[in-house]
């Protein structure tokens, strides 16, 4: 479904991912673990098409992306949801969400039924849905930036560290709500620090470290294999 190969990304004179690959296949829920400065929202934005790859190609369901616009990223079926976590603050939770569908926005039908699955999936945010983003919870806000990205209809979604900073019962709802994502059929891509709850919903997972991928398997083998809390994340 996706498919990274030998990327490098530079900022000036500095290479922050240097020659990564790896592959995604349908369905499947991979997990990028590293610790901070390791290169993963560098990886997610260059495969976003925020940041231009210095070398080596991404295609997506065997169609290059390398070069490709963020708008016609999304337009191939990716959608992101960077670590930033933005709402418009003064928009609805409904207008943010109306958004998330600008490529589709003569579909109206269509978005009519996404937005009730959407709602299905976030019964917090259709409760919410006249209220201004940006008195929303973080973890609500977070909720409702993963929602975004599905109003774009995405087969796979690239998810930049959905738990960072939320109080561990909202971090085990948004685990639990990226399984459920998972079991829809939906392809994803997460970038997470929080290890052992990545790995207990991932298939797969690739280990980061300065920029290159030091270990990569089963969520098991990483497990057993990686020495994955001194070495490769900072303790
Ligand atoms: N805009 C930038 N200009 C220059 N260097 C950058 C820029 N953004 C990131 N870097 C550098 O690139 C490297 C990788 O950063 P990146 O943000 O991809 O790491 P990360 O794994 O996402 O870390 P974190 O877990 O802290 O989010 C770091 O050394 C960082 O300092
Ligand atoms: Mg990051």
């Known amino acids: ?17 240097r020659g990564i690959s790896f592959h995604l296949a349908k369905g499947e829920l991979v997990s990028l673990l590293g610790a901070n400065g390791a290169g993963k929202s560098t990886t997610l934005k260059c495969i976003a098409g925020a940041l231009k790859a210095s070398s080596g190609s991404i295609t997506l369901g065997g169609v290059a992306i390398t070069s490709s616009s963020p708008e016609q990223v999304v337009r191939a079926g990716l959608a992101t949801v960077p670590e930033t976590r933005d709402v418009f603050p003064d928009l609805t939770v409904a207008e943010n969400l109306m958004l998330g569908a600008y490529i589709h926005r003569r579909d109206r039908a269509g978005n009519r039924d996404n937005l009730e699955r959407v709602h299905t999936l976030f019964p917090r945010l259709a409760e919410r849905k006249h209220q201004a983003a940006g008195t929303l919870s973080g973890g609500e806000q977070q909720m409702l930036v993963i929602a975004r990205a599905l109003m774009s209809r995405p087969t796979v979604l690239l998810l930049d560290e959905p738990s960072l900073g939320l109080a561990p019962a909202i971090v085990d709802r948004i685990f639990e709500m990226i399984d459920t994502l998972k079991r829809t059929g939906l392809t994803i891509f997460l970038v997470e620090q929080n290890v052992n709850q990545a790995l207990a919903i991932a298939d797969r997972a690739y280990v980061l470290r300065l920029g290159k991928i030091v270990a990569s398997g089963t969520a098991d083998e990483i497990r057993s294999t990686t020495d994955l809390s001194a070495h490769y994340l900072g303790g």
Not at 1 to 17: E, N
């Open 1 to 17: 479904m996706l498919d990274v190969r030998d990327l490098s990304v530079d900022y000036g004179s500095i290479r922050a991912v």
